[in-house]
């Protein structure tokens, strides 16, 4: 056999390989947290960050929940939808923020006002809606930031937050568990747990 000839065998026995790699089914939707950390800026507002992922979906809703005693408010709300989200099409990616404020700088000295933030970019057309009630922290606590979650994450998911306590219960409790039961378990004998809750369905057939 020539050289020619043994060339154009090679490329007959590769190009079936690739064709049937290009006609690999896309990803299944999802929505993943890629990463996450925590940062103090001077005028004493807490951020606690996560970089998300996202393809696939038919609706993502985000959620700000405080817990007080085992009975739990929503914050803020912040939801997106889509109408049609190919598999195939490029995930969106973007950033959730729980901003922890001063309430000095708002005329309420030794609160602290919680508020969350969600930004995705890249994503087909959508509709976002935004509620917010301005909760308010009473007291000043011993606190931790916790962030406790599984990616890609489930349908429904608590993916962080933050923990008050009072100064007299401190080191304070354990981490939590990414599922609210626990964030209200948590809440209870005079603690306060400040939930990010995460909730995404898939595009239907």
Not at 13 to 24: H, Q, S
Not at 27 to 34: D, G, L, R, T, W
Not at 79 to 85: H, L, P, S, V
Request: with cysteine.
């Amino acid at each position: 056999m020539t050289r020619f000839a043994c060339a154009f065998a090679a490329v007959l026995a590769i190009a079936p390989m690739a064709g049937l790699a290009d006609e690999r089914a896309p990803a299944p939707p999802s929505c993943a947290v890629e990463s996450t950390r925590n940062l103090k800026l001077d005028d004493g507002t807490e951020l606690q960050i996560w970089d998300v992922k996202a393809s696939g979906l038919e609706r993502l809703t985000v959620r700000l929940l405080v817990a007080t005693d085992g009975k739990v408010e929503t914050a803020n709300e912040v939801e997106y939808k889509w109408d049609k989200w190919e598999t195939a099409a490029p995930a969106a990616t973007g950033q959730l923020v729980l901003l922890i404020q001063d309430g000095k700088a708002f005329g309420v000295k030794g609160k602290r006002l919680p508020l969350l933030a969600v930004d995705l970019q890249g994503s087909p057309g959508h509709v976002r809606s935004e509620t917010k009630r301005g909760l308010v922290l009473e007291g000043v606590y011993w606190r931790m930031s916790d962030s406790s979650f599984s990616s890609p994450l489930p349908m429904r998911s608590v993916i962080g937050g933050q923990l008050f306590v009072p100064k007299a219960d401190a080191p304070g409790p354990d981490r939590w568990s990414n599922n609210l039961e626990s964030v209200v378990e948590f809440s209870k004998e005079g603690k306060t747990a400040v939930a990010v809750v995460l909730e995404w369905s898939p595009q239907s057939l």
